[in-house]
């Protein structure tokens, strides 16, 4: 099983910027792609970015593209999302998720059915 805790979710003002992290533990798989989604009350739950096990390949959301960088450091088992920005409709709260990639470098996914495992969640609120 592997294990992913974000962090660094809080209030901010709208045009503000947050830094979120999750980390990974547990049974990791040799390579692993991630992802970043969010959920606001009454709402689905959408895709927000993702990356692939080497970093070089990522992919956004159109509303969070050229504002959100999604970043991550596979000594640390670590993937950040950093939130430039920030506006109301970004409130909600955020799921780092993470999938075997199979021994692919390049490869990231966005839907959140290829996903397996998924964090607790960290909430993010802007205030106007």
């Excluded at 709260?93 to 959140?112: F, I, P, Q």
Aim: proline letters at 2%; a positive charge.
């Amino acid at each position: 099983q592997v294990q992913l805790v974000e962090s660094g979710g809080g209030l901010v003002q709208a045009g503000g910027s947050l830094r979120l992290s999750c980390k990974a533990s547990g049974r990791t798989p040799s390579t692993y792609a991630m992802g970043w989604f969010r959920q606001a009350p009454g709402k689905e739950r959408e895709f927000v970015a993702a990356v692939s096990w080497s970093g070089g390949n990522t992919y956004y959301a159109d509303s969070v593209k050229g504002r959100f960088t999604i970043s991550r450091d596979n000594a640390k088992n670590t993937v950040w999302l950093q939130m430039n920005s920030l506006k109301p409709e970004d409130a909600a709260v955020y799921y780092c998720a993470a999938r075997n990639s199979y021994g692919s470098a390049t490869y990231y996914y966005t839907g959140g059915h290829d996903y397996d495992y998924w964090g607790q969640g960290t909430q993010v609120t802007v205030s106007s």
